[in-house]
Structure formats: structure tokens, C-alpha cells
């Protein structure tokens, strides 16, 4: 009879766990939109709209002694990225901006950075910062915060960016730097 009712106690007490482990605490709702808008996407280097939507950015040759302490910067590149332009039917007034994907391979995740991913003899303690240059500041890209928004005006919105060597952990030492990111024209 003993085990009866301990058995019992038992069945009753884990029936109280467990119904209070899966009860719910609260509820997120989302949601979101997906635009109609079709716009060209392209960037480049130059002051007009590039090839395609990807595209290189080379910085220039730099001496050590230029990013001999961390957080040294140097050779800052300007880079574009247009949406819109001749041809295309991306409506004026579209507000566009940038998200450079945080799942992007080379970001550094303790520095928002872009990690060198060069194989062949590559510099050690440098880094690739992306400048958000309408706001002329760094970004940080592990966030997936958007850029600056800009508006289409006669059927062309610019992008304007830039790339630079950053020191990371002391002074850079010579030797190659190659990395890349990944973006997202969005429509906030």
C-alpha cells in the first residue's frame, strides 16, 4: 500500500514539473513585407554605376609603418553601390540602404571586421574595415545594421562607401590581404 501511494506521489509531482516546464511565457509576432520594386543593383570604384553586383575593390600598397600600431588605419577606398540607373524601372523616391550580411565567412567576430583570408604569404595583424561614408563611420559589420538610407532620384540611388587596412593586435606586418563580404541592397 506504501508503494501505492508513494508511486502516486511520485506521478503527481513529475505531472507538476513537467506541465510547468512547457507552459509558454510569452509570444513574438512577426512580421515583414516583400517589395515589388525590381532595381538594378551594381557598384564599383567609380563615379558611375558598375557592371554588375560584384565588383573589386583594391586597395592600395601601403608600408608597414602605416599600420604600425592597432587600430592604425590607412589607404582608404572609396567604393559605390548604385540601385537603379539607365534602364531600369526602379521607382524615384524608394528609400534604399545596405546590409552587409553578418554571416558573411571572413568577419571577424570579435572586431567587425573583415579577417584576411589571403593563403599565400599573408600580412599578419591587418584587417579590412568598411567605412559607411555617408555617416563617415566604421562599421561594424557582426551587427546586420543597415547603412545610411538613401533615396532614388531620377531613377538612380549612390551608395557611397569605403574600404582601408585597420591594425589589429599590434603593428601590421608585411605580406598579401584578400577578403571579401557579402551585402543586401534592402528597402527599409
Do not use: H, W
Amino acid at each position: 500500500m506504501k508503494k501505492q501511494i508513494l508511486a502516486m506521489a511520485l506521478l503527481a509531482t513529475y505531472s507538476l514539473v513537467t506541465s510547468s516546464a512547457i507552459a509558454a511565457n510569452g509570444t513574438i509576432n512577426i512580421s515583414g513585407l516583400i517589395s515589388g520594386t525590381t532595381c538594378t543593383i551594381s557598384g564599383g570604384t567609380g563615379g558611375n554605376p558598375g557592371s554588375g553586383a560584384n565588383f573589386p575593390v583594391v586597395l592600395d600598397r601601403v608600408q608597414t609603418s602605416a599600420l604600425g600600431e592597432n587600430g592604425a588605419t590607412a589607404a582608404s577606398k572609396p567604393f559605390f553601390i548604385y540601385v537603379g540607373g539607365t534602364g531600369t524601372t526602379c521607382p524615384n523616391g524608394t528609400k534604399v540602404a545596405v546590409l552587409y550580411e553578418a554571416s558573411s565567412p571572413a568577419i571577424n567576430p570579435a572586431t567587425g571586421n573583415l579577417r584576411n583570408t589571403a593563403t599565400a604569404t599573408p600580412a599578419d595583424k591587418v584587417e579590412v574595415q568598411i567605412v559607411d561614408a555617408a555617416a563617415n563611420t566604421p562599421m561594424d559589420l557582426r551587427s546586420g545594421q543597415n547603412s545610411t538610407i538613401a533615396t532614388v532620384t531620377g531613377g538612380l540611388a549612390t551608395l557611397p562607401f569605403a574600404a582601408r587596412y585597420i591594425a589589429t593586435g599590434g603593428a601590421a606586418t608585411a605580406g598579401i590581404v584578400s577578403t571579401s563580404v557579402q551585402y543586401s541592397v534592402t528597402f527599409p
